[in-house]
């Protein structure tokens, strides 16, 4: 099985959520940790990261990951659509 790392950003930003939140994510890691491929990879500026969607309540929410080696996935940043590229450049710069 793959292991995960969470960027401490992301540790942070996981803290903050409610509980049934909190579940939500962890069943979408869960599945990312099953089949790294499932999220898209991206090109161009991004290229290397994956992003994976998933259903937050009514939102559409994504994780961005990158795959470390064959053993080791990073998971990044996770948020909402809006503005969701926008702070991964910022926080991969």
Do not use: C, W
């Amino acid at each position: 099985m793959i292991q995960i790392i969470a960027a401490p950003s992301f540790q942070r930003k996981a803290k903050k959520l409610r509980t049934p939140q909190r579940a939500h994510l962890n069943e979408a890691i869960q599945s990312i940790q099953r089949d790294p491929f499932l999220g898209e990879a991206k090109v161009g500026d991004l290229q290397g990261f994956f992003v994976y969607k998933f259903k937050f309540e009514a939102e559409q929410m994504l994780i961005a990951y990158k795959l470390i080696s064959d053993e080791v996935l990073k998971l990044l940043y996770f948020g909402p659509h809006e503005n969701f590229y926008r702070d991964l450049k910022r926080l991969t710069k």
